[in-house]
């Protein structure tokens, strides 16, 4: 049988490197710990370039 897996809690804090999964609104939108993960802003430009707005299938 499997082990109980655990589950921790920690405040956030941004990723120093690595990959990060970022959740947008419909309009595209980010929260703030998205844009926490993005402080030069390169997901406002790539957004447009990708034809990206957030909602289903884009």
Same mark, same amino acid.
């Given at each position: 049988?499997? /082990?109980? %897996? /655990?589950? *921790?809690?920690?405040? &956030? *804090?941004? %990723?120093?490197?690595? /990959? $990060? &999964?970022? !959740?947008?609104?419909?309009?595209?939108?980010?929260?703030?710990?998205?844009?926490?993960?993005? %402080?030069?802003?390169? !997901?406002?430009?790539?957004? %447009? $370039?990708?034809?990206? /707005?957030?909602?289903?299938?884009?």
């Amino acid at each position: 049988m499997n /082990s109980t %897996p /655990s589950i *921790a809690f920690a405040k &956030f *804090a941004a %990723p120093k490197r690595g /990959s $990060v &999964f970022v !959740l947008a609104a419909d309009d595209g939108a980010v929260g703030k710990a998205g844009k926490a993960c993005d %402080p030069a802003g390169a !997901l406002a430009r790539a957004f %447009p $370039v990708a034809d990206f /707005s957030g909602k289903f299938g884009t």
